[in-house]
């Protein structure tokens, strides 16, 4: 009876791995590594690139008194890289004494430096490390800037690098796999975190500490970064790199649009002192499907009348606002299902070509 129950339990244990198909341990490094793909890795900062005190710290850390993870720090600890591409490190880190953690400048010059790289014969995918809290928005100015098929990934981490069970080493080991695969050529800017591949335009942030906090809101992740191997499902349909009219275009200045956000009793006087100091384009993330207040409309008309641009987006952050009679008839531009810090990258470069509400109505339609 014992004999039996050993051989039952033998062969389930079997089954169970079979089932699970644990993958084989990577090759052993070695010094020969032609054949590999070449991958510019850059560092732009964040928390995948920041140190706490203790392992046990994964909320307070960072700051001018902490030391870094330089770019190297990554190759040094995650040798397993070696076994996947060539890795060439560049440092894009902003000064930690400025003024401001992140501008739009910070965007123009990494999209410039990648579109050097995409002229490089001898780069096969580009991956950059970035804050989780402005990842989404980086990511999406690269992907409508950057003229490539070639895969660019923009990878982070919601712990620091040095936390217990930090998620920062296996998400930069993924997205370093995802640019070195051929599969992932002409899909646009990619993100890749907690194993999940999203596109830039539509990966979103929807938690502030938890390790799954990034997705496609709508439309889900695209493809995975699975142990064996990298897998995709779908391509996205919307303009991007290779197919956007703002591709290989090097931006010294954007025509300024501000965001402003609807909720009960929200006043019209914002918008109009925005108007006042000068925008071109604003974008009101409206409550339910893109609803603003009374007062805010009064004031987007007035807008309007200065040749202000108007989109709006839903604060609700799931589904499109919609066209309907009554937005077409006021000249408003649907932020489709965008939230509103994309929503103004976008209305900013649709604003370099026409002021004209139809056209920059179609562009996104089209992005």
């Given at each position: 009876m014992k004999a039996i129950f050993v051989l039952v339990a033998f062969t389930?244990?079997?089954?169970?791995a079979a089932a699970q198909e644990i993958p084989k341990d990577p090759p052993p490094i070695t010094s020969?590594?032609?054949?590999?793909?070449?991958?510019v890795l850059i560092s732009m900062g964040g928390t995948i690139a920041s140190r706490a005190p203790d392992r046990m710290n994964i909320t307070n850390y960072g700051g001018k008194d902490q030391p870094k993870v330089d770019p190297q720090d990554w190759i040094h600890d995650l040798p397993e890289l070696a076994n996947i591409a060539r890795i060439t490190l560049e440092d894009f880190r902003p000064p930690t004494d400025r003024k401001e953690r992140e501008t739009m400048e910070d965007m123009r010059e990494v999209a410039h430096r990648l579109n050097e790289?995409?002229?490089d014969p001898a780069v096969d995918g580009v991956v950059i490390t970035h804050g989780t809290n402005t990842m989404a928005e980086v990511a999406f100015y690269v992907n409508l800037t950057v003229k490539t098929d070639k895969p660019i990934v923009f990878v982070g981490s919601q712990r620091p690098w040095t936390g217990i069970s930090g998620d920062g080493p296996l998400n930069?080991?993924?997205?370093?796999?995802?640019?070195?695969?051929?599969?992932?050529?002409?899909?646009?800017?990619?993100?890749?975190?907690?194993q999940n591949i999203n596109t830039a335009r539509d990966v979103?942030?929807?938690?502030?500490?938890?390790v799954q906090t990034f997705k496609g809101v709508d439309v889900g992740a695209i493809g995975f970064a699975d142990p064996d191997r990298i897998v995709f499902y779908r391509e996205p349909t919307r303009k991007h790199t290779v197919s956007s009219e703002f591709a290989g275009m090097d931006f010294k200045s954007l025509p300024p649009v501000e965001v402003f956000y609807s909720y009960t009793e929200a006043p019209g006087y914002v918008i109009d002192a925005a108007v006042e100091h000068g925008v071109k384009g604003i974008v009101v993330d409206g409550v339910g499907a893109g609803v603003t207040t009374n007062s805010e409309t009064e004031a987007i008309k007035r807008a309007q009348a200065k040749g202000v641009v108007v989109v709006i987006t839903a604060r609700v952050h799931g589904g499109r606002v919609q066209e309907t009679v009554t937005r077409?008839?006021?000249?408003?531009v649907n932020g489709d299902n965008l939230p509103p810090e994309k929503a103004r990258i976008l209305l900013q470069f649709a604003l370099t070509k026409t002021s004209d509400w139809r056209e920059i109505k179609r562009y996104f339609d089209e992005y």
């Amino acid at each position: 009876m014992k004999a039996i129950f050993v051989l039952v339990a033998f062969t389930s244990l079997a089954q169970i791995a079979a089932a699970q198909e644990i993958p084989k341990d990577p090759p052993p490094i070695t010094s020969d590594s032609s054949h590999l793909p070449r991958v510019v890795l850059i560092s732009m900062g964040g928390t995948i690139a920041s140190r706490a005190p203790d392992r046990m710290n994964i909320t307070n850390y960072g700051g001018k008194d902490q030391p870094k993870v330089d770019p190297q720090d990554w190759i040094h600890d995650l040798p397993e890289l070696a076994n996947i591409a060539r890795i060439t490190l560049e440092d894009f880190r902003p000064p930690t004494d400025r003024k401001e953690r992140e501008t739009m400048e910070d965007m123009r010059e990494v999209a410039h430096r990648l579109n050097e790289l995409a002229n490089d014969p001898a780069v096969d995918g580009v991956v950059i490390t970035h804050g989780t809290n402005t990842m989404a928005e980086v990511a999406f100015y690269v992907n409508l800037t950057v003229k490539t098929d070639k895969p660019i990934v923009f990878v982070g981490s919601q712990r620091p690098w040095t936390g217990i069970s930090g998620d920062g080493p296996l998400n930069l080991y993924d997205a370093v796999r995802v640019a070195a695969s051929p599969q992932a050529r002409g899909k646009g800017v990619l993100h890749c975190m907690n194993q999940n591949i999203n596109t830039a335009r539509d990966v979103t942030k929807t938690s502030a500490y938890r390790v799954q906090t990034f997705k496609g809101v709508d439309v889900g992740a695209i493809g995975f970064a699975d142990p064996d191997r990298i897998v995709f499902y779908r391509e996205p349909t919307r303009k991007h790199t290779v197919s956007s009219e703002f591709a290989g275009m090097d931006f010294k200045s954007l025509p300024p649009v501000e965001v402003f956000y609807s909720y009960t009793e929200a006043p019209g006087y914002v918008i109009d002192a925005a108007v006042e100091h000068g925008v071109k384009g604003i974008v009101v993330d409206g409550v339910g499907a893109g609803v603003t207040t009374n007062s805010e409309t009064e004031a987007i008309k007035r807008a309007q009348a200065k040749g202000v641009v108007v989109v709006i987006t839903a604060r609700v952050h799931g589904g499109r606002v919609q066209e309907t009679v009554t937005r077409t008839t006021a000249k408003l531009v649907n932020g489709d299902n965008l939230p509103p810090e994309k929503a103004r990258i976008l209305l900013q470069f649709a604003l370099t070509k026409t002021s004209d509400w139809r056209e920059i109505k179609r562009y996104f339609d089209e992005y």
